[in-house]
């Protein structure tokens, strides 16, 4: 950090910090360093474009939201929104990588000038020195404690490295790091720094995961300190609804004690750990979850089978949770619910997949397009009884009539009628919803350290999460798995190696070290359901908050197996045996 490359400065205050640092009997500082890292998805960026007659625009391409691909690439090209139409394409991985746009415009102007379509891919050394990695960050953390394990204070200083263009989620980060605990004196300083390296972008729960990495680290070594069990003195300090977050914002209904409930009887955490070089750690971490608008319409079929067309880019299972929700109104089988994604052209604005929010936001469109087709249909069956439509009912499926047990007639045969009382059913809904409730998630980890070369062996890994209500579970599944497996690669390989004059030295999958199936056990799951009391179904998102805890929890466990305190990313085999050495440590010590 110098005088004149701070791009940006945002402090978050709560209480009296030196008044809550007095009062505490233990008091512990650290620094804490991570690295640039890439959100690694496996399809590079990717986009056709047609410049057609008329100066419209079509563009094909694989994104994490089509409107705003939309919007920025007509800005970019001197076009009204209106004028370009996006088609979105299935993706294959964006994790906030794939929110802006890159050669969209590119292939948009060339294909003016050629008067052909244009398709243009990136290569994968271009997508990682191109496009939006996540920031390398510093951070200070500084925590204060009772000798009964209440905490008193929490102060940090958070700096981001933006790259060579202004912005980080630096905000993001100071907003999750203690937003498990409820503290009364919290005072954060959070700050964007320009660096001769890529510009950043959001990776999954941005900004969380570096700074949740050094708060969980500070409160394990309390822990140690005060010889207190982590779970213990983690539900000692929960938040609660009521409790407010260092934003000020008051909780909501949510499920921290729950998860951490769930984590503490779970049978990996009180099975025993024996062995030499062996250690178990545990973290916490959260994410507030978004929304947005959202948009949905609903085509009845005169066979009972229903298209539904929303305007959500599916990154993460979004399809068949909103079809499950339209379909949970109706009493019909989300199988007879064929959901698809529109273009710009065919479905209402809506805004882009992340935040955790598809779920909640156009789950929610969903159930209140089935809410108007269900509308529609009790007056199409008293039309066909000539009875009032409120004399008529929708149960498990069946229309049927509130005193008379022989008028009932199913979905499926009400829907063969509909051309006859009046023609198609159309439901739709557009709204922009709050509330979208936020989420906890919590990881316990097993390892294994070879103090001659420093590999870790990851021998089981549990991830417990709040889901609000799970609609999909073994999708819920899915994403905390994948979750896990992007926060180990995290915490123990990934980083941007960078020369001395800015270029990338490892602009390859070959190098640019990610997890795969090889390097990981199969990852355990535990779904905790706390209703979200803002949506409909008790959904909360639950795509980015499992990648929160598993960097804090990885360190906590070396730790644990080796005796050493990580407090640089990644925890790479080297930095392993560099650690030991300066400490001395050449046999490691057991655990059990």
Same mark, same amino acid.
Request: net charge negative; proline share 6%.
């Given at each position: 950090?110098?005088?004149?490359?701070?791009?940006?400065?945002?402090?978050?205050?709560?209480?009296?910090?030196?008044?809550?640092?007095?009062?505490?009997?233990?008091?512990?500082?650290?620094?804490?360093?991570?690295?640039?890292?890439?959100?690694?998805?496996?399809?590079?960026?990717?986009?056709?474009?047609?410049?057609?007659?008329?100066?419209?625009?079509?563009?094909?391409?694989?994104?994490?939201?089509?409107?705003?691909?939309?919007?920025?690439?007509?800005?970019?090209?001197?076009?009204?929104?209106?004028?370009?139409?996006?088609?979105?394409?299935?993706?294959?991985?964006?994790?906030?990588?794939?929110?802006?746009?890159?050669?969209?415009?590119?292939?948009?102007?060339?294909?003016?000038?050629?008067?052909?379509?244009?398709?243009?891919?990136?290569?994968?050394?271009?997508?990682?020195?191109?496009?939006?990695?996540?920031?390398?960050?510093?951070?200070?953390?500084?925590?204060?404690?009772?000798?009964?394990?209440?905490?008193?204070?929490?102060?940090?200083?958070?700096?981001?490295?933006?790259?060579?263009?202004?912005?980080?989620?630096?905000?993001?980060?100071?907003?999750?790091? !203690?937003?498990?605990?409820?503290?009364?004196?919290?005072?954060?300083?959070? !700050?964007?720094?320009?660096?001769?390296?890529?510009?950043?972008?959001?990776?999954?729960?941005?900004?969380?995961?570096?700074?949740?990495?050094?708060?969980?680290?500070?409160?394990?070594?309390?822990?140690?300190?005060?010889?207190?069990?982590?779970?213990?003195?983690?539900?000692?300090?929960?938040?609660?609804?009521?409790?407010?977050?260092?934003?000020?914002?008051?909780?909501?209904?949510?499920?921290?004690?729950?998860?951490?409930?769930?984590?503490?009887?779970?049978?990996?955490?009180?099975?025993?750990?024996?062995?030499?070089?062996?250690?178990?750690?545990?973290?916490?971490?959260?994410?507030?979850?978004?929304?947005?608008?959202?948009?949905?319409?609903?085509?009845?079929?005169?066979?009972?089978?229903?298209?539904?067309?929303?305007?959500?880019?599916?990154?993460?299972?979004?399809?068949?949770?909103?079809?499950?929700?339209?379909?949970?109104?109706?009493?019909?089988?989300?199988?007879?619910?064929?959901?698809?994604?529109?273009?710009?052209?065919?479905?209402?604005?809506?805004?882009?997949?992340?935040?955790?929010?598809?779920?909640?936001?156009?789950?929610?469109?969903?159930?209140?397009?089935?809410?108007?087709?269900?509308?529609?249909?009790?007056?199409?069956?008293?039309?066909?009884?000539?009875?009032?439509?409120?004399?008529?009912?929708?149960?498990?499926?069946? !229309?049927?009539?509130?005193?008379?047990?022989?008028?009932?007639?199913?979905?499926?045969?009400?829907?063969?009628?509909?051309?006859?009382?009046?023609?198609?059913?159309?439901?739709?809904?557009?709204?922009?919803?709050?509330?979208?409730?936020?989420? !906890?998630?919590?990881?316990?980890?097993?390892?294994?350290?070879?103090?001659?070369?420093?590999?870790?062996?990851?021998?089981?890994?549990?991830?417990?999460?709040?889901?609000?209500?799970?609609?999909?579970?073994?999708?819920?599944?899915?994403?905390?798995?994948?979750?896990?497996?992007?926060?180990?690669?995290?915490?123990?390989?990934?980083?941007?190696?960078?020369?001395?004059?800015?270029?990338?030295?490892?602009?390859?999958?070959?190098?640019?070290?990610?997890?795969?199936?090889?390097?990981?056990?199969?990852?355990?799951?535990?779904?905790?359901?706390?209703?979200?009391?803002?949506?409909?179904?008790?959904?909360?998102?639950?795509?980015?908050?499992?990648?929160?805890?598993?960097?804090?929890?990885?360190?906590?466990?070396?730790?644990?197996?080796?005796?050493?305190?990580?407090?640089?990313?990644?925890?790479?085999?080297?930095?392993?045996?560099?650690?030991?050495?300066?400490?001395?440590?050449?046999?490691?010590?057991?655990?059990?």
């Amino acid at each position: 950090q110098f005088d004149d490359n701070v791009d940006g400065h945002n402090q978050l205050e709560l209480g009296d910090i030196e008044r809550g640092l007095e009062a505490a009997d233990v008091v512990v500082e650290r620094e804490f360093h991570t690295k640039t890292v890439h959100q690694g998805y496996i399809e590079p960026h990717s986009a056709t474009a047609w410049w057609g007659a008329n100066d419209r625009v079509t563009l094909w391409t694989s994104s994490q939201g089509h409107f705003q691909i939309r919007d920025s690439t007509a800005e970019h090209i001197g076009l009204p929104p209106s004028s370009v139409k996006s088609v979105p394409m299935e993706i294959g991985g964006g994790f906030g990588g794939k929110t802006k746009v890159y050669i969209e415009p590119v292939v948009a102007l060339l294909s003016k000038k050629t008067g052909v379509p244009v398709k243009m891919t990136m290569s994968r050394a271009e997508v990682l020195e191109a496009t939006g990695p996540t920031s390398g960050s510093y951070t200070k953390v500084k925590m204060g404690v009772t000798n009964e394990g209440k905490i008193t204070a929490a102060q940090a200083v958070l700096k981001y490295e933006s790259g060579a263009f202004p912005g980080t989620s630096v905000g993001a980060g100071a907003q999750c790091m !203690f937003a498990p605990y409820d503290i009364e004196n919290i005072l954060i300083d959070g !700050f964007s720094v320009l660096s001769n390296k890529p510009k950043t972008a959001a990776y999954r729960a941005p900004g969380s995961p570096p700074a949740s990495f050094a708060a969980e680290s500070v409160v394990d070594e309390i822990c140690e300190k005060l010889q207190i069990d982590p779970f213990e003195f983690r539900i000692m300090n929960a938040a609660k609804e009521g409790s407010r977050r260092a934003t000020g914002v008051a909780n909501p209904r949510i499920g921290c004690i729950e998860t951490e409930e769930a984590a503490r009887a779970h049978e990996h955490y009180s099975t025993p750990l024996k062995g030499l070089n062996r250690g178990r750690g545990v973290a916490t971490g959260f994410w507030m979850n978004g929304a947005g608008p959202a948009c949905a319409t609903a085509n009845v079929n005169y066979d009972g089978k229903v298209n539904l067309i929303i305007g959500s880019v599916d990154i993460g299972g979004s399809r068949p949770a909103a079809a499950q929700q339209f379909a949970e109104v109706l009493g019909i089988s989300a199988e007879d619910v064929n959901p698809q994604i529109g273009d710009t052209d065919s479905i209402g604005y809506t805004s882009m997949t992340g935040g955790s929010g598809v779920a909640f936001k156009t789950g929610w469109a969903s159930y209140e397009a089935a809410q108007d087709v269900k509308r529609q249909m009790l007056e199409r069956a008293a039309l066909l009884w000539e009875v009032d439509a409120d004399q008529v009912e929708l149960l498990d499926g069946v !229309f049927r009539h509130r005193s008379d047990p022989d008028l009932r007639i199913s979905f499926q045969e009400l829907a063969a009628n509909l051309a006859g009382t009046g023609g198609p059913v159309v439901g739709r809904a557009n709204l922009n919803p709050s509330g979208a409730g936020p989420a !906890f998630s919590t990881t316990v980890v097993d390892v294994e350290v070879d103090p001659e070369t420093g590999k870790v062996t990851i021998l089981r890994c549990t991830m417990i999460q709040d889901a609000g209500k799970a609609v999909h579970p073994s999708y819920v599944e899915g994403q905390m798995q994948g979750g896990a497996a992007q926060g180990i690669g995290w915490a123990l390989n990934e980083e941007y190696a960078m020369a001395d004059d800015g270029a990338m030295l490892n602009s390859t999958f070959l190098d640019y070290r990610m997890p795969t199936a090889l390097d990981l056990p199969m990852i355990d799951t535990v779904i905790v359901e706390v209703a979200n009391p803002h949506h409909p179904y008790g959904v909360r998102g639950v795509a980015e908050v499992p990648i929160v805890p598993p960097l804090a929890a990885m360190a906590n466990a070396i730790y644990d197996a080796v005796g050493v305190r990580m407090t640089d990313l990644p925890m790479s085999p080297a930095a392993i045996v560099k650690a030991l050495s300066e400490k001395g440590v050449t046999n490691g010590h057991g655990t059990g």
